[in-house]
């Protein structure tokens, strides 16, 4: 009985619903052109799975925190040239370094996976045409 209360109780952290704050749909649109910065480079942080859909995860860049993501949103934010390192939190913390480069686009696939209460995140460095279409998918969350 204990094992089936357990395995609902993650089912349901795992299909439903949550929310964010949502970027301006203009900028969502400014965004999509997929038009770097020349002197900055634009990183992406996107989850276009509706898996984990009740989670929001926790996005930082460089310990700074950024925003938070939902099913099908997105974070977008322009750095400095040089190294970073991007986290994302759920029931897990996650890291990836990157090496941002100016005039360059940089896409970061926020996998969700399934976790032991809550769902866990993967931070996976795609390239541009898989993460083009990723953020197509998706929509723009409030990024500071």
């Not at 996976?124 to 723009?140: A, H, S």
């Amino acid at each position: 009985m204990k094992k089936l209360i357990a395995v609902s109780l993650i089912a349901a952290s795992l299909v439903g619903c949550a929310s964010v704050p949502m970027g301006d749909p203009k900028q969502d649109a400014a965004l999509k052109t997929f038009t770097a910065p020349k002197d900055k480079a634009g990183v992406f942080i996107y989850r276009n799975e509706s898996m984990g859909a009740a989670v929001k995860m926790d996005v930082s860049v460089d310990g700074q925190p950024i925003g938070q993501t939902v099913a099908k949103t997105y974070l977008y934010k322009e750095l400095a040239p040089g190294k970073h390192t991007i986290s994302s939190k759920a029931e897990n913390t996650d890291t990836i370094e990157i090496d941002a480069k100016p005039g360059v686009l940089t896409f970061i696939w926020q996998e969700v996976k399934m976790g032991v209460m809550f769902a866990r995140t993967k931070l996976n460095l795609v390239t541009e045409e898989v993460g083009k279409k990723g953020v197509e998918e998706t929509k723009l969350a409030e990024t500071k």
